[in-house]
């Protein structure tokens, strides 16, 4: 049986090399790694434009929406907060026409970090574009801190994964209103939502963390194996 090729969506950056720095497509490896432990095909896709992804829908067993910059709060009506790191528009168009593509496509989709609030504003959800203002302190923001996520256990998430996860996350976005279709599937104790699940979809998971740069690996064999 062949194995199923997944797309990752990607970064569009200058990058230096030798004595060259231009524009570059990257990607961090663990993405990658992470499918390939899995048993799939990674491929970068470039965030180009939206003219290809009919292609991609077409050709790829799942995509993997990347994490990254913060989503530009027009994308959901909001106001941009100057403390949030400048958007990328051209990335924010692409992978927002790619989520909805693939929605319509049933093409099983993991949506990590920033990915969960692509598939999240796809759906018509809404942000919270600064999280320590809303709660009062920045412990989701901790760089290395670590924290207990619970998960439902009746979820797809949490048959792959289990009842909780010991996840860091740094994170100052959040979900405020969620999106057509999604429901919340795990919380931190402030009952942030951390995990959300497209329903009647094949696969559709979107988690604040980032597995992919975990030892344990059982949510992307999950994710693999409804692409196959």
């Known amino acids: 049986m062949s194995r199923p090729l997944i797309g990752i969506t990607a970064y569009l950056e200058a990058a230096r090399w030798g004595?060259?720095?231009?524009?570059?497509?990257?990607?961090?490896?663990?993405?990658a790694k992470a499918i390939?432990?899995?048993?799939?095909?990674p491929v970068v896709l470039?965030?180009?434009?939206?003219?290809?992804?009919?292609?991609?829908?077409?050709?790829?067993?799942?995509v993997v929406l990347a994490g990254g910059v913060d989503l530009a709060a027009g994308t959901y009506g909001g106001e941009q907060?100057?403390?949030?790191?400048?958007?990328?528009?051209?990335?924010?168009?692409?992978?927002?026409?790619?989520?909805?593509?693939?929605?319509?496509?049933?093409l099983p989709i993991l949506a990590i970090a920033r990915?969960?609030?692509?598939l999240n504003v796809a759906q018509g959800g809404t942000l919270i574009p600064w999280l320590p203002?809303?709660?009062?302190?920045?412990?989701?923001?901790?760089?290395?801190?670590a924290h207990t996520i619970q998960v439902s256990a009746s979820s797809r998430l949490g048959k792959a994964v289990g009842d909780h996860v010991e996840?860091?996350?740094?994170?100052h976005q959040s979900v405020r209103r969620l999106g057509s279709g999604l429901l919340?599937?795990?919380?931190?104790?402030?009952?942030?939502?951390?995990?959300?699940?497209?329903?009647?979809?094949?696969?559709?998971?979107?988690?604040?963390?980032?597995?992919?740069?975990?030892?344990?690996?059982?949510?992307?064999?999950?994710?693999?194996?409804?692409?196959?």
């Open 19 to 31: 004595d060259w720095v231009r524009e570059a497509v990257v990607s961090p490896p663990s993405y």
């Open 36 to 41: 390939e432990r899995a048993g799939g095909v």
């Open 46 to 62: 470039p965030p180009l434009g939206p003219h290809g992804i009919g292609d991609y829908v077409g050709g790829l067993s799942g």
């Open 81 to 106: 907060d100057e403390r949030a790191a400048e958007p990328q528009a051209h990335r924010d168009r692409f992978e927002l026409a790619l989520a909805r593509a693939a929605i319509a496509a049933d």
């Open 115 to 118: 990915g969960m609030h692509v």
């Open 133 to 145: 203002e809303v709660l009062g302190h920045e412990r989701h923001g901790e760089p290395g801190a």
């Open 167 to 171: 996840a860091v996350a740094p994170h």
């Open 184 to 228: 919340a599937v795990a919380w931190a104790d402030d009952q942030i939502v951390e995990a959300v699940e497209l329903q009647g979809h094949r696969f559709g998971v979107g988690v604040q963390w980032h597995p992919e740069r975990a030892t344990d690996n059982r949510l992307f064999h999950a994710f693999v194996e409804a692409a196959r």
